[in-house]
Structure formats: structure tokens, C-alpha cells
């Protein structure tokens, strides 16, 4: 066994560490290096740092790990000592995740999970800072019992030329899908995340300054654009400047992570690489893939276009990840490498995972069920705007501003869950379950192999029975999704297929 890279002492520090850190050696620099001086002023700073890579020396010292045919092994802890041991088929996921900073030390952060998800949602199974040879090694260890008999279930899977396939994300689709799936909240959050953790190590001197600058930039798109928003606030305007300065930060973090995005099937075995600045190389067991998920907004319903996201333990389970499997392609697309549109691409990457063609759908006595929720919501936002207003009618321009940017986004979901209505379903086939429902304002149609289908449940509230209609839930056997609710379907033909297919 050998230990994980040196570069994982810097995993092992906490963020206390570089806090007294920067002032530590700012001190020490004031003092123009007289040590004994410095060290009389800072002796606790200077004690606890010690403390803290003390710390961090012992635990990267006691923490062992081995790759090898037989599966994944890992020693911690020098008092409490553990050991554990993952069979190379049991793993469903390995992330390998690359820097600048840790490929110029030869260093690669290796994740790996398994469906017992015992490092929780957020954490995976077993995280090291290995060698990126160690990586290549593991890659090709799990690819070598991935692709073995050994490595079967339930699913029926086609053999052949339909398991070796690659599949390159063109550019353009790689562009339209972070314009698509980029939101403004994210990054603003991302923003907010950086000038806070800025304010902790370098005082709040960039904070303020950013806000200047939003105000300086919204006078200046006043002062530009004159009549065309001369009854907006400034303040209306820095509000402007700061969603639409997120979804561009939000729409380049995409673009930066998915950048080179190339899908490889071998068998058995499932290798996602892509990115620009982090590259990140993932390695998935196909037989552990939970659930495939076309997804649209209104935008590439209307066009014909979807993205496909997989649930693998796992996979696209870090921060600000996508469980992306396919970006942006054609339901019924042209020929892209021999291959055509979505399904015949979904053939190959991922058999067994077939959509169906018919759908158990809402009756149009269920249509209120879809549009009334945001129809409350459009005239409940013009009535507290309209509240708002009477109490403070000295800020009128920024109210009315406020009002209507709230209307937007209401009347929009009033359209996606009219469109909801004629496309939510479900259908049970030989192999799978197949549904279409709509989440806010995300159109899905997922497939669940039957294997990974832990429950089917029918709900009905008092309306529902007055009409007879129900809510079918569908849940899965996967670590992020718990289940699908597809509303307002007839109950009598969903408990008619049910007994049909169990």
C-alpha cells in the first residue's frame, strides 16, 4: 500500500488555516524578518498553525490506499484504525478531478462511490489524492471488471458493435446547452460566495468596490439608454446589472466545465471526460445507472431539442456538477456520426433505456389541475404589488420595476404547465417505466429500468377522487432523485396497467 500525494496536506488544513496564515506572514513581513520579535507577538497564531499542519502531516501519514484487481483498499486513522475494502464491481462511479495547480505536481482528487452511498449525498464513498498514474491504473482496472461477466443483472442490454461507441459534443451544442441550463441565481450566488470568502482573507475593501462599480455601471446604462428606460430606478437598474452579471458568470462556469465533452462506451464501462480549466474524468459502470432523463424547457420543446442527464451514484454529484450524459441533440435529428438523433445515439451509449410510444395521459376535466396554481400566482403578485405600492408609494418606479420582472417569470410558467398538460404520462413496459411530467419549469421524460423501480405509489386528495384522477409517484433505487410525480392521470387506466404489468 502507499500513501496518497503530498498535495492532500492541503486538503487535510482547514480554512482557519489560511486565515491565520495571511496575517501571520503579513506581520512577519512588517517586522522585516525579525523573527524573535515576531514570534513574541504571534506566539499562539504562531502555536496553533503548527497544530494544524502537525495534524494535517498525521492524517496524510496514516492514510494508505490500494488499487488492485481485487478491489479498492483504504487504511486510516493511527489510534482508531479502519480499513475498507470496495470489490471493483460494487463501484458505480469514480471521479478523477484535475486542476492547473495539482497537474503541475502530478496530482489527481479521485472520488469514488458505490449505491451504499455511505459518504452521504454530498460526500462520496472514498475521496484520495493519488498519483495520476494511480488514476490511470484504477481507470483501467475498473474498465477491465466493468467489461466482465461477472458484471450482469436484470437489464436487458445488446451486445456487439452497440458497446464500443464515442460520442463529442460539438461546440454549438456546448454553447446552447450553458445558455439553457445557466441561471442568474447560481451566479450570483457564485459571485456572493467569492466576495465573502475575499472579505475573510483580505478585509471587505473588493466587496465595496464591486458594489461602486454596479452603481457606476447602472448610471452610466441610464445615462446610455435614456428614454427607453427612463422610468426605471437606478436602483432598478443595479438590479438588472447584478442577474444579468450572474447569468453570464453562470453561463461561462458551464461553458469551463463541460468544455471537450466526450462520452465513450466500452462494453460495460462508461468513461465522461470534459473541461478547460478543471478537467474531470469520470468512469461509470453502465449496469449501475439508475435512471435516464431527457430534459427541456419550453424553449427546446418548441424546438425539438433535449438534454440527457443519467443517475449514477456518484456522477455530477459534486458542487456545481451536472449529471450531463448527452448536452444538446435533436429528438428526431439529422444523421451526427453515423448516428441518428437521439435515439439512435441513446442505442448506443446506453441500450435498455428505450422510451416508450404510447402514454397514459390527463383528461382535458383535469386541465385546471396544470394552469390554475400559476394563474393564482400572476394575480396574487399584481395584488402585493399593488399592497406594496399604497404603503410606499415614494418608491413607485422600483415597485412597479419589481412587479412586472415578478409577472415574467409567472405568466412563462402559466405557458409550461399548459404545455404540461398535453405531454405529462406514464407508461409501464417489458423492461422499463416510462414517464413525462413537468417540474417547475423543467419538461422530463425518464426511463427506469424495472430493476431500479423500488415503488409505484397512487395518491389521491378530495378533488381528485370527485374526478377520479391521481397522482402517480414513482420511486427509484438512486442517491439524488427519490421519485417522480407525474399529476393528475385517470385512475382507473393507471391501476388497470399497473395489474397489467406487476
Known amino acids: 500500500m502507499k500513501r496518497q500525494h503530498p498535495a492532500a496536506l492541503l486538503g487535510y488544513t482547514t480554512k482557519n488555516f489560511w486565515l491565520l496564515l495571511i496575517p501571520l506572514i503579513r506581520g512577519l513581513a512588517a517586522l522585516k524578518f525579525d523573527f524573535y520579535r515576531w514570534s513574541q507577538g504571534a506566539g499562539w497564531d504562531?502555536?496553533?498553525?503548527?497544530?494544524?499542519?502537525?495534524?494535517?502531516?498525521?492524517?496524510?501519514?496514516?492514510t494508505l490506499y490500494e488499487f488492485s484487481e481485487d478491489g479498492i483498499s483504504v487504511k486510516t486513522g493511527m489510534v482508531m484504525k479502519?480499513?475498507?475494502?470496495i470489490p471493483c464491481l460494487n463501484v458505480s462511479a469514480v471521479t478523477g478531478e484535475e486542476n492547473p495547480v495539482l497537474a503541475r505536481f502530478g496530482a489527481v482528487k479521485v472520488y469514488i462511490d458505490t449505491d451504499a452511498a455511505s459518504g452521504g449525498k454530498a460526500n462520496a464513498d472514498v475521496s484520495l489524492m493519488v498519483y495520476k498514474e494511480d488514476r490511470a491504473k484504477l481507470f483501467?482496472?475498473?474498465?477491465a471488471a466493468f467489461r466482465s461477466p461477472e458484471n450482469r443483472g436484470d437489464?436487458?442490454?445488446?451486445?456487439?458493435?452497440?458497446?464500443?461507441f464515442t460520442y463529442k459534443a460539438s461546440a454549438g451544442s456546448l454553447i446552447a446547452f450553458s445558455v439553457l441550463f445557466s441561471s442568474a441565481l447560481s451566479g450570483v450566488a457564485l459571485l456572493m460566495t467569492a466576495l465573502s470568502g475575499s472579505t475573510d482573507i483580505i478585509g471587505d475593501r473588493l466587496e465595496k468596490d464591486f458594489f461602486k462599480a454596479v452603481n457606476d455601471v447602472s448610471d452610466a446604462v441610464t445615462t446610455l439608454a435614456g428614454r427607453l428606460i427612463s422610468g426605471i430606478s437606478p436602483a432598478g437598474v443595479a438590479v438588472s446589472v447584478i442577474i444579468g452579471l450572474g447569468f453570464l458568470i453562470s453561463f461561462v462556469a458551464n461553458v469551463c466545465r463541460h468544455i471537450n465533452f466526450t462520452v465513450s462506451r466500452r462494453g460495460k464501462c462508461i468513461i465522461i471526460t470534459g473541461g478547460l480549466i478543471v478537467k474531470r474524468m469520470y468512469c461509470l459502470n453502465s449496469r449501475k445507472i439508475n435512471i435516464a432523463d431527457m430534459r427541456q424547457n419550453l424553449l427546446m420543446k418548441l424546438f425539438g431539442v433535449t438534454s440527457v442527464h443519467v443517475n449514477c451514484t456518484g456522477y455530477g454529484k459534486r458542487k456545481n456538477e451536472f449529471p450531463v450524459f448527452i448536452p444538446i441533440c435533436g429528438v428526431r435529428g439529422t444523421e451526427s456520426g453515423g448516428v441518428r438523433g437521439l435515439d439512435g445515439i441513446m442505442e448506443k451509449l446506453l441500450t435498455g433505456f428505450s422510451r416508450s410510444e404510447t402514454y397514459i395521459n390527463p383528461k382535458l376535466t383535469y386541465i385546471m389541475r396544470?394552469?390554475?396554481?400559476?394563474?393564482?400566482?400572476?394575480?396574487?403578485?399584481?395584488?402585493?404589488?399593488?399592497?406594496?405600492?399604497?404603503?410606499?408609494p415614494v418608491w413607485r418606479e422600483l415597485i412597479v420595476f419589481m412587479t412586472i420582472l415578478c409577472e415574467i417569470p409567472a405568466v412563462w410558467l402559466l405557458f409550461v404547465k399548459a404545455c404540461a398538460y398535453c405531454t405529462s404520462g406514464v407508461n409501464i413496459t417489458a423492461d422499463s417505466v416510462c414517464?413525462?411530467?413537468?417540474?417547475?419549469?423543467a419538461f422530463h421524460t425518464v426511463t427506469v429500468p424495472l430493476e431500479r423501480v423500488s415503488q409505484?405509489?397512487?395518491?389521491?386528495?378530495?378533488?381528485?377522487?370527485?374526478?377520479?384522477?391521481?397522482?402517480?409517484?414513482?420511486?427509484?433505487?438512486?442517491?439524488?432523485?427519490g421519485s417522480h410525480r407525474i399529476k393528475s392521470l385517470p385512475i382507473k387506466e393507471v391501476q388497470e396497467l399497473i395489474r397489467e404489468r406487476f
Request: aromatic residues 14%; proline residues 2%.
Open 46 to 62: 504562531i502555536l496553533a498553525v503548527t497544530a494544524m499542519i502537525a495534524i494535517a502531516v498525521i492524517r496524510w501519514y496514516y
Open 82 to 85: 479502519y480499513e475498507t475494502k
Open 140 to 143: 483501467n482496472i475498473l474498465s
Open 155 to 164: 437489464r436487458r442490454e445488446k451486445t456487439g458493435s452497440g458497446m464500443n
Open 370 to 392: 396544470f394552469i390554475g396554481p400559476p394563474t393564482a400566482l400572476i394575480f396574487g403578485i399584481q395584488a402585493a404589488g399593488l399592497v406594496i405600492l399604497m404603503m410606499f
Open 435 to 441: 414517464a413525462k411530467y413537468c417540474k417547475w419549469y
Open 456 to 481: 409505484i405509489r397512487i395518491t389521491q386528495n378530495i378533488f381528485q377522487r370527485m374526478n377520479r384522477s391521481c397522482d402517480v409517484h414513482i420511486f427509484t433505487s438512486s442517491e439524488h432523485i
